[in-house]
């Protein structure tokens, strides 16, 4: 059950973690100190509905299909992850990534908010990551351990969405310089791969 978790937990963080439009307003609002803890709140919420839809959906829906081609979904998923995998280490070694945020306007809570859901639910990513891609992987388990693969990865996104609002003003100065996003995508890279490396050898790819 505690690999579940920690292998939910992981791949969730792993998944949210590189910047985009976002967290970059997640960063934002932190850095300004507006609305902080409703649009962390928003956004953890949000993933964990979308995560518990995903690995409900797929076992529900397609349970005796995912039996059936278990081994060929969890080889794909191994690849999607190796795929990712590899794009972090390129960014890692050609990118200069540097973190620009502009702070200089502000809103009403309820504008935040709709920003902030427009930015989450317009993103095609988002369902890609939270629905097929964590709910693929989460056939591996069974019962329990399922349960607890979708609390690790729901409790990352909180973890993630609060550190990275409450944090911001401590990450902004840190995230401008490039070498830091190296480290950064080099960690995310290490993650996809051991997670990529669990899925290839349950499908008996290994």
Known sequence: MLSAFLTGFFLGIS??????????FVLRQGIIGQHVFYVALFCAV???LLISLGVT???FFLN????????????LSAVWLSG???????????????????????????????IVAVLTFVNPHV?????????SVSQQFPGENKLAYVLGASLASF?????????AKLLAPIMKR????????????????????????AGKWL
């Open 84 to 114: 990712y995998g590899i794009l972090r280490l390129k960014a890692a070694f050609k990118s200069n990534t540097t973190l620009e945020i502009e702070t200089s306007s502000s809103k009403s809570l309820l504008p935040t908010l709709s």
């Open 57 to 59: 959906g797929i076992s």
């Open 178 to 201: 490039s070498f830091s996003w190296r480290i950064l995508d080099c960690f995310i890279a290490f993650i996809m791969f051991t997670i990529a490396f669990k899925l290839a050898s």
């Open 46 to 48: 949000s993933d964990t």
């Open 127 to 135: 369902y890609l990551d939270t629905m097929i891609l964590i709910g």
């Open 159 to 167: 973890v993630f969405f609060f550190s990275l609002a409450y944090g």
């Open 64 to 75: 005796n299909l995912v039996s059936e081609i278990s081994s060929i979904l969890f080889g």
């Open 15 to 24: 998944l949210i973690i590189a910047i985009g439009a976002q967290n970059a």
